[in-house]
């Protein structure tokens, strides 16, 4: 499932702090770590050599055999070009900033590599606080029932085995979508009953739904614990993660265009922007190909 696993670095200490979840990531499904800097197209030979020192004494301090490699050009094109030549690659980078999905995602580099790569992409914020680096022991694995969004189960269950990790599979009731969608005022009394039956059929049927998925999961030999949460799905996650601090979240994207419609303005980008966890994106080959 991941045979590669590809660091980009620009000589930052913030771009750095992908570097243990890249090797633990690399560790625990025995595959090869590569260590990847770009630099201008135009950049004179001194400084591509100083690239290259500057990933082999990362290496060294890393502490792990890993492939370096210095690429002129745009970083996310020559990144995606890297990952498309490896096996079964998964791609590890800090996104940079204190807002939003920083200068690394927003509009940039990893917005363009997670789009255009169409590989699981670990994204870190810099700004995240750091419990134990590269330390997996529990999983969040929101799912909204839809074939897309269980694109990720087959890695957050990979992860699970290969960290022996726990599972929490997470579904959101969005209960107060019923009033929009029936544009009926959520005061009035007429529909008060009928909104409380839908809203307990929304909740039922993503109970049933985790349940099941739960006890499949749970078939194949792993820990899993499902929760429906009721609300807004963005922020029943948000307190869902700092209730129960995870190490990673393990989600899908979905849509035709950039992070799509669970990222920006949604689900994931909320996650990113307000999260403490890293958070790893699958793209679907769906959405890959519709991009």
């Known amino acids: 499932m991941i045979a590669s696993v590809v660091v980009p670095l620009d000589g930052s200490e913030l771009a750095e702090a992908a570097l243990p979840y890249g090797k633990a990531l690399a560790e625990r499904f025995g595959a090869k770590l590569y260590l990847v800097r770009v630099v201008d197209i135009d950049a004179p030979a001194d400084v591509a050599a100083a690239a290259r020192d500057y990933l082999a004494q990362t290496a060294q301090r890393l502490g792990m055999a890993a492939d370096?490699?210095?690429?002129?050009?745009?970083?996310?094109?020559e990144i995606i070009d890297l990952v498309l030549e490896l096996p079964d690659p998964a791609i590890a980078m800090t996104t940079h900033g204190g807002s939003g999905l920083g200068r690394w995602l927003y509009g940039s580099v990893a917005d363009r590599v997670v789009r255009g790569a169409g590989v699981p992409v670990l994204l870190i914020r810099s700004s995240?606080?750091?419990?134990?680096?590269?330390?997996v022991h529990a999983i969040m694995l929101p799912v909204d029932g839809s074939a897309l969004a269980e694109a990720a189960i087959p890695y957050a269950k990979e992860l699970a085995r290969r960290f022996d990790a726990t599972i929490h599979l997470v579904r959101v009731a969005e209960t107060p979508e019923i009033y929009s969608l029936l544009s009926v005022p959520a005061g009035a009394p007429a529909s008060a009953d009928v909104l409380n039956q839908l809203a307990q059929q929304l909740v039922e049927t993503a109970t049933a739904y985790v349940n099941e998925l739960a006890e499949r999961l749970r078939s194949?030999?792993?820990?899993?614990?499902?929760?429906?949460?009721?609300g807004l799905a963005p922020e029943q996650l948000l307190a869902f993660e700092r209730e129960r601090e995870p190490s990673l979240v393990v989600m899908a994207t979905h849509g035709r265009s950039g992070l799509s419609r669970v990222v920006f303005g949604s689900v994931a980008e909320r996650l990113l922007r307000e999260g403490t966890v890293p958070l790893l994106l699958i793209r679907p080959p769906e959405a890959t190909q519709a991009s």
Request: no cysteine; proline share 14%.
């Open 220 to 230: 194949e030999g792993l820990r899993v614990e499902p929760h429906v949460l009721e």
């Open 68 to 77: 370096i490699a210095v690429r002129y050009g745009d970083p996310a094109a």
């Open 128 to 135: 995240m606080p750091q419990r134990e680096p590269g330390a």
